[in-house]
């Protein structure tokens, strides 16, 4: 059984592949009850550091560390957790596509404090012999994101208003990324969740192609 921690835009389209197997952390109580947790808490865009500074902080890290806690505390040697993170670790970059042994030049909180995350889990798992994986999910669009904005999902909010007969507005001559549609996003999650190999280990999730 898999443990889900955070139901937003992925969470959802995971359960509803995967629902038979999963159990979703209702209470948000950061106590795991199954050994194999997919942990998908976060916040999803570098804005929040002009309103609300220490959001990034106390969501990425503070509540990061109280679940990692419980989870040793209550499967030790014998957690396994998925934590999933974002393509944004990386920074600007020369060489594309990026592999993950890149070095990575995280810019604003967001970023930041996922990659501190990463680094803070993968110490923690070593110190207390806990099993991890580690996904770098690329853009992902498709579905339903009803938290998508100007500020984070930016291409399937352009695409949702564009299909209400809404203008959207462009602030940039334009950039490439790597998309990949959620569903294809949530198999590929399911398939690195299936394989031993990927334990101890950082993994892109993407098409490999810019567009």
């Known amino acids: 059984m898999i443990n889900l921690f955070g139901k937003g835009y992925i969470g959802t389209e995971f359960v509803r592949q995967f629902g038979a197997d999963v159990l979703v952390n209702y209470k948000f109580d950061y106590m795991p009850v199954s050994n194999k947790v997919l942990y ?15 959001l990034d902080i106390d969501t990425n890290l503070t ?15 014998d957690s396994e957790i998925t934590f999933l993170s974002s393509w944004f670790v990386y920074g600007a970059q020369e060489d594309l596509p990026v592999k993950e042994d890149a070095s990575c030049h995280p810019k604003g909180f967001y970023s930041i404090t996922k990659y501190a995350a990463e680094m803070l ?42 299909c209400n007969d809404r203008e959207v507005s462009l602030y940039d001559t334009g950039v490439y990324r790597d998309y990949m549609n959620v569903m294809d996003v949530v198999r590929a999650i ?11 280990e950082i993994v892109n999730i993407g098409s490999g192609t810019s567009h």
Request: hydrophobic share 35%; net charge negative; glycine share 10%.
């Open 121 to 162: 889990l993968e110490s923690y798992c070593n110190t207390f012999g806990m099993k991890y994986r580690i996904l770098r999910l690329c853009n992902v669009i498709g579905g339903e994101d009803n938290g998508a904005g100007a500020k984070k999902n930016a291409l399937h909010y352009m695409i949702t208003e564009m």
């Open 63 to 77: 509540t990061f560390i109280t679940f990692l806690e419980n989870m040793r505390k209550g499967f030790g040697t």
């Open 40 to 54: 998908t808490i976060s916040t999803t865009d570098n804005y929040n550091v002009h309103e609300a500074p220490h």
């Open 190 to 200: 399911k398939i690195a969740m299936d394989s031993d190999s990927t334990l101890g």
